[in-house]
C-alpha cells in the first residue's frame, strides 16, 4: 500500500510499527488470502446458488483489502510485513477466482494467463530483490487499480453479464496490468541497478 508518488521510494518503513506483524491490517490481508479457499469450494460444488455465495465471498475479500488500507494509514500500522502479505493476498485471490471461472467456462483463457503470468513475474521480482537487496517494493497506485478493476472483470464473468460491460472491464483490466507491470519493471531496474548496502 503507497501513496501516488511515494512508489518509486524503496527505502523501508521506520517507526515503531515498521516492524510489526500483529496489526489488523496485516490480518486483513491475511483474511483476503484465506477466503480463497470458501470462494474455490463453493464455486465448485453442488451447492445450490453456489455461483451467488461465490460473489457474497469476492465481496468480502474485495472490502477486506479496502480496510487493511484504512486501518495501515489510520493506525499507523505501515510496516514491512503489510508490503509483503497485501500484494500477496490480492495474487493468491485473484489467482484463485481466476483459474476456477476458467474450469467453468466463465472467463476467457487468454485474460488469466496474463493475470498469472504478471502476478508471477513480479512475485519472482519481489523475491530476487528481497534476497539480494533487501527491499521489499510496496504496491504501486497503478497495481491497486488493476486488481481493483480486475475483480469487478471477474464479478462480470460469473454473472456472465455479456457484451459490452464484460469486454469493457476486461480491456481496462488489461491495460492496467500492462501499466502497473511497466512501472513495476521501472522500479525493479532502478533498485536492481543501485549500489548494495
Given at each position: 500500500?503507497?501513496?501516488?508518488?511515494?512508489?518509486?521510494?524503496?527505502?523501508?518503513?521506520?517507526?515503531?510499527a515498521?516492524g510489526?506483524?500483529?496489526?489488523?491490517?496485516?490480518?486483513?490481508?491475511?483474511?483476503?488470502?484465506?477466503?480463497?479457499?470458501p470462494?474455490?469450494?463453493?464455486?465448485?460444488?453442488?451447492?445450490?446458488?453456489?455461483?451467488?455465495?461465490?460473489?457474497?465471498?469476492?465481496?468480502?475479500?474485495?472490502?477486506?483489502?479496502?480496510?487493511?488500507?484504512?486501518?495501515?494509514?489510520?493506525?499507523?500500522?505501515?510496516?514491512?510485513?503489510?508490503?509483503?502479505?497485501?500484494?500477496?493476498?490480492d495474487?493468491?485471490?485473484?489467482?484463485?477466482v481466476?483459474?476456477?471461472?476458467?474450469?467453468?467456462?466463465?472467463?476467457?483463457?487468454?485474460?488469466?494467463?496474463?493475470?498469472?503470468?504478471?502476478?508471477?513475474?513480479?512475485?519472482?521480482?519481489?523475491?530476487y530483490?528481497?534476497?539480494?537487496?533487501?527491499?521489499?517494493?510496496?504496491?504501486?497506485?497503478?497495481?491497486?487499480?488493476?486488481?481493483?478493476?480486475?475483480?469487478?472483470?471477474?464479478?462480470?464473468?460469473?454473472?456472465?453479464?455479456?457484451?459490452?460491460?464484460?469486454?469493457?472491464?476486461?480491456?481496462?483490466?488489461?491495460?492496467?496490468?500492462?501499466?502497473?507491470?511497466?512501472?513495476y519493471?521501472?522500479?525493479?531496474?532502478?533498485?536492481?541497478?543501485?549500489?548494495?548496502?
Amino acid at each position: 500500500m503507497t501513496a501516488p508518488g511515494r512508489h518509486a521510494d524503496p527505502a523501508p518503513e521506520t517507526g515503531p510499527a515498521a516492524g510489526r506483524f500483529a496489526t489488523v491490517s496485516n490480518f486483513l490481508s491475511i483474511a483476503r488470502a484465506v477466503l480463497a479457499v470458501p470462494f474455490v469450494l463453493v464455486m465448485l460444488s453442488d451447492v445450490p446458488g453456489a455461483r451467488w455465495w461465490g460473489m457474497a465471498i469476492l465481496a468480502v475479500a474485495a472490502l477486506t483489502d479496502k480496510l487493511d488500507g484504512v486501518f495501515a494509514r489510520r493506525f499507523n500500522q505501515v510496516t514491512e510485513w503489510g508490503k509483503i502479505l497485501d500484494p500477496l493476498a490480492d495474487k493468491i485471490g485473484v489467482a484463485a477466482v481466476a483459474l476456477v471461472l476458467l474450469s467453468l467456462g466463465l472467463a476467457p483463457l487468454w485474460f488469466v494467463l496474463l493475470v498469472l503470468v504478471r502476478d508471477l513475474l513480479i512475485f519472482a521480482g519481489g523475491v530476487y530483490l528481497k534476497s539480494s537487496r533487501g527491499v521489499v517494493l510496496p504496491s504501486n497506485q497503478a497495481g491497486k487499480w488493476a486488481v481493483g478493476i480486475v475483480t469487478l472483470a471477474l464479478f462480470a464473468c460469473m454473472m456472465q453479464a455479456g457484451t459490452p460491460w464484460e469486454e469493457i472491464l476486461l480491456a481496462a483490466a488489461c491495460g492496467l496490468l500492462l501499466l502497473s507491470f511497466a512501472q513495476y519493471i521501472g522500479r525493479f531496474a532502478a533498485v536492481a541497478r543501485s549500489p548494495r548496502s
